[in-house]
Structures are given as structure tokens and as C-alpha cells.
């Protein structure tokens, strides 16, 4: 996968980004739109989120592009506003969101309580629900490829 960033950014990603991308040889950053992104990545608090999504999209291939985003302000309920005020309509072609953040102390089921009530106060729908393992939501993908179910 490869990394297009989305403006607004807030902070340093794409310096970060592209300089663990440069020491490491990765080649991460998309510097032109072949495609339209399906996937935006949003990230919660950015460094070392940012040096995280690096290592990722360069461990899925580079083969898809994928916007990635740090909003000025934090919060779950916040992120899902920006999204649908400002990052969904900069980019209709987004089908897919990865939301990166913290967990601090807070258990995995208050995180996705939280997150449901903001994109529902928000007015999304919530049209499928992954079942949790362990709090863990369980996959049976990873970066596109087939993983343990």
C-alpha cells in the first residue's frame, strides 16, 4: 500500500512519513493519483502513529494507495464530524476508514461503543458489525490478503 495525504493535515506526517520512508527504503508516499483511494486512514495523535502506517503500508505491498489524514483536533466524536464534513466530501470515492488511535487504559467494547454513538449521532449507519474476540474484533483479512479466521 501506498500513502497520499489528505488535506487538511495537521502536524508533521508527511515530513515523518517520508523520512522513516527515506531512511528505511520503503517508498511509501504516492506522489501522484493513478487511482481514485478507496481507504482514508485517519490518524488519532500522528507521531508515532504516522512511523506505524509507514511500516504497514510498506508491509501490504505497494500496490494500493490509500489516503492518510491527521485532523487539529482529537476525539473520537470529533474525527467522525471532520469526516463527514470535510474528509467524505473532498474524496465521494472513500468506501473504507481506518480510524488509528490510542487505546490509553480504555477497554476495546468503550471504544466501539463510543465510536458507534459518534457515527450515529453523526448520522452514518452502522451496517455491519464484526464480532470481538477477546475485545479484539476478529478478521479474517489483513492488508487484503487472506488471514486466519
Known sequence: MRLRLLEPVAGRIAQHIA?????????????????KPKTLIILGDGAPDDYVMAL?????????????????????????????????PMSPGIRYVVLVIDRDRRDLPGITGEAERALEQHGFTISERRELVGGWPRSSRACGGPGPG
Open 56 to 88: 504497514v503500508a510498506w508491509a501490504c505491498d505497494g500496490e494500493k494507495i490509500a489516503f492518510i489524514t491527521r485532523p487539529s483536533e482529537t476525539g473520537l466524536t470529533s474525527t467522525v464530524r471532520l469526516l463527514k464534513s470535510v474528509y467524505l
Open 19 to 35: 523520512t522513516i520512508s527515506r531512511k528505511l527504503r520503503l517508498d511509501v508516499l504516492a506522489t501522484r493519483l493513478p487511482v
